[in-house]
């Protein structure tokens, strides 16, 4: 993060966030598994996203600035995390290591994508998100999970539309606009 933050900001925001990311995670594994202590993975990222924008609203922080560095942390807390766990977590391992080449890339080259003239922080929060989403689906895939809808899991729904909501956001904070880009929204003379 920035120089600028006090050490004080840091600690109330640490604080703030690790609230946020157990009481998604805890009240997420409920809603996931209908059991209380089970823990859901769309529930840290969901209560992580809550309390980083309430907390960047009331302190007047750059949300996308803030969500770029949490992501690529959070990135590499799971790689190491999947290290330590060992052979069973050799799906999260290899998706985290893909996630931070994937990042990597994205923060290194997204000022001289032509698709994203803008250049604009928040991508590679955004990217870091996706990468995650393509985990819970290929996992939910291979592990046989039970289906709930359209031949979907629920963690395979959300990030389905997590991927969806994360592409429109990218297009749009790229500076692109349906209504001048795209053929079929334009008005016919």
């Known amino acids: 993060m920035r120089p600028d933050f006090s050490d004080e900001e840091i600690i109330k925001f640490t604080l703030n966030m690790s609230v946020g990311l157990v009481t998604g995670c805890i009240l997420g594994g409920v809603i996931e598994s209908g059991r209380w202590f089970e823990l859901s993975g769309w529930g840290l990222v969901g209560g992580g996203w809550w309390a980083l924008r309430r907390w960047c609203n009331t302190q007047q922080w750059d949300f996308w600035e803030v969500y770029d560095w949490i992501a690529v942390m959070a990135l590499w807390f799971w ?46 929060g955004l990217s870091a998100v996706m990468v995650y989403a393509v985990y819970e689906i290929t996992v939910a895939i291979l592990n046989a999970a039970p289906v709930y809808w359209w031949g979907l899991t629920l963690s395979q729904t959300v990030a389905a539309w997590v991927i969806a909501i994360c592409m429109v956001t990218v297009y749009l904070r790229g500076g ?8 079929i929204f334009k008005k016919k003379s």
């Open 79 to 124: 790689f190491l995390g999947s290290a330590f766990y060992g052979w069973g977590a050799r799906y999260a391992f290899v998706s985290s290591f893909s996630g931070i080449i994937v990042t990597w890339f994205v923060k290194s080259h997204y000022r001289k994508f032509r698709w994203y003239p803008s250049g604009k922080v928040g991508i590679v």
């Open 176 to 183: 692109n606009r349906f209504h001048t880009n795209v053929k």
